[in-house]
Protein backbone atom coordinates (compact mmCIF):
# COMPACT_ATOMS: atom_id res chain seq x y z
CA UNK A 1 0.00 0.00 0.00
CA UNK A 2 0.81 3.54 -0.88
CA UNK A 3 0.54 7.26 0.04
CA UNK A 4 1.25 10.18 -1.55
CA UNK A 5 2.29 13.33 -0.05
CA UNK A 6 4.71 16.25 -0.39
CA UNK A 7 5.24 14.72 -4.14
CA UNK A 8 6.86 11.57 -2.59
CA UNK A 9 5.54 7.87 -2.59
CA UNK A 10 5.70 6.38 0.70
CA UNK A 11 5.44 2.59 1.29
CA UNK A 12 3.27 1.83 4.01
CA UNK A 13 2.85 -1.35 6.14
CA UNK A 14 -0.28 -2.03 7.83
CA UNK A 15 0.72 -2.93 11.39
CA UNK A 16 -1.60 -6.29 11.35
CA UNK A 17 0.09 -8.60 13.73
CA UNK A 18 1.01 -8.35 17.48
CA UNK A 19 4.83 -8.39 16.41
CA UNK A 20 4.60 -5.44 14.58
CA UNK A 21 2.25 -3.37 16.35
CA UNK A 22 5.01 -4.12 19.26
CA UNK A 23 8.06 -3.36 17.35
CA UNK A 24 6.83 -0.57 15.12
CA UNK A 25 9.18 1.99 13.76
CA UNK A 26 11.68 1.54 17.22
CA UNK A 27 15.38 1.18 16.78
CA UNK A 28 14.43 1.88 13.21
CA UNK A 29 17.18 4.98 11.12
CA UNK A 30 16.82 6.21 8.19
CA UNK A 31 12.95 5.87 7.79
CA UNK A 32 11.69 5.99 4.49
CA UNK A 33 8.20 4.14 4.75
CA UNK A 34 4.90 4.31 6.57
CA UNK A 35 3.09 2.15 9.41
CA UNK A 36 -0.20 2.26 9.67
CA UNK A 37 -2.15 1.07 13.09
CA UNK A 38 -5.37 -0.22 12.39
CA UNK A 39 -7.56 0.40 15.62
CA UNK A 40 -5.25 1.96 17.70
CA UNK A 41 -5.01 5.54 19.41
CA UNK A 42 -2.42 5.86 21.18
CA UNK A 43 1.55 5.42 20.22
CA UNK A 44 4.88 5.59 22.20
CA UNK A 45 8.38 6.90 20.73
CA UNK A 46 10.46 4.98 23.59
CA UNK A 47 13.88 3.12 21.96
CA UNK A 48 13.07 5.84 18.86
CA UNK A 49 16.16 6.42 17.09
CA UNK A 50 14.78 9.39 15.26
CA UNK A 51 12.06 11.79 15.30
CA UNK A 52 8.53 10.70 13.68
CA UNK A 53 5.22 12.54 12.26
CA UNK A 54 1.88 11.18 13.60
CA UNK A 55 -1.33 11.51 11.84
CA UNK A 56 -4.54 10.22 13.41
CA UNK A 57 -7.59 9.18 11.19
CA UNK A 58 -11.05 8.33 12.07
CA UNK A 59 -12.75 5.03 10.90
CA UNK A 60 -13.25 7.03 7.21
CA UNK A 61 -9.35 7.93 6.88
CA UNK A 62 -10.17 11.24 7.92
CA UNK A 63 -7.24 13.48 9.97
CA UNK A 64 -8.27 14.29 13.12
CA UNK A 65 -4.69 14.84 14.60
CA UNK A 66 -1.47 15.55 14.15
CA UNK A 67 2.04 16.00 15.27
CA UNK A 68 5.13 16.82 13.40
CA UNK A 69 8.69 15.80 14.31
CA UNK A 70 7.81 13.83 17.39
CA UNK A 71 10.42 14.24 19.49
CA UNK A 72 11.78 10.13 21.48
CA UNK A 73 10.49 9.21 24.85
CA UNK A 74 6.54 10.62 24.14
CA UNK A 75 3.43 8.83 25.00
CA UNK A 76 0.50 10.37 22.38
CA UNK A 77 -3.01 9.59 22.86
CA UNK A 78 -6.23 10.40 20.87
CA UNK A 79 -9.25 11.15 22.29
CA UNK A 80 -11.09 8.96 19.68
CA UNK A 81 -12.55 5.46 20.14
CA UNK A 82 -9.54 3.18 19.90
CA UNK A 83 -11.64 0.83 17.47
CA UNK A 84 -12.43 3.76 14.78
CA UNK A 85 -9.04 5.41 14.95
CA UNK A 86 -6.10 4.24 13.19
CA UNK A 87 -2.26 6.11 13.51
CA UNK A 88 -0.13 6.60 10.83
CA UNK A 89 3.52 6.66 11.66
CA UNK A 90 5.90 8.91 8.93
CA UNK A 91 9.22 10.15 8.75
CA UNK A 92 9.39 13.29 10.26
CA UNK A 93 8.75 16.06 8.26
CA UNK A 94 7.09 14.21 5.91
CA UNK A 95 3.50 15.42 6.29
CA UNK A 96 3.84 18.97 6.45
CA UNK A 97 1.19 19.52 3.55
CA UNK A 98 -0.98 17.11 5.20
CA UNK A 99 -3.93 18.80 7.21
CA UNK A 100 -6.65 17.81 9.84
CA UNK A 101 -10.12 17.34 7.69
CA UNK A 102 -8.03 15.82 5.18
CA UNK A 103 -9.16 12.20 3.85
CA UNK A 104 -6.15 10.06 3.04
CA UNK A 105 -6.62 7.60 -0.12
CA UNK A 106 -4.48 4.80 0.16
CA UNK A 107 -3.04 3.57 -2.69
CA UNK A 108 -2.37 -0.22 -3.92
Known amino acids: MY???NKQKYNIIIANSFSKRLKGLMGKKNINYGMLFPKCNSIHT???KVNIDI??????NEVIYKYE???KNRIIKIKYDSKKTSILEMPANSTKKIKIGTILLFEE
Not at 55 to 60: A, P, S
Open 46 to 48: YFM
Open 55 to 60: VGLDEN
Open 69 to 71: NLD
Open 3 to 5: LKT
